[in-house]
């Protein structure tokens, strides 16, 4: 038993699924198109406090945008990209 879930389709609307894998498992799928301004405050504090690390693919200086966003355009990665701000 457990949950996939999921907030944004960057890679295209069409997902290939194996229906066996929900039923079989057991699994609950949900979609959140938006979430309100506390879930977002409790997700933060699960961060701060190690409870929830989150996945990183790259991070990239502001400097490098231009990159940053040629391999978002991509699609080669898994978790999420950063761009971070001077003196970050």
Known sequence: GGRYVTSGAIAGPVVELDMR?????????????????????????????????????????LADLKQAQTDFLAKQFFGNLVVLPRGA
């Open 21 to 61: 894998t929900v039923y079989l498992k057991r699994l609950t799928m949900i979609g959140v198109s938006l979430g309100l301004a506390h879930h977002f405050e409790t997700l933060l504090d699960h961060i701060r406090a190690g409870r929830l690390k989150p996945l990183l693919a790259g991070t990239y200086p």
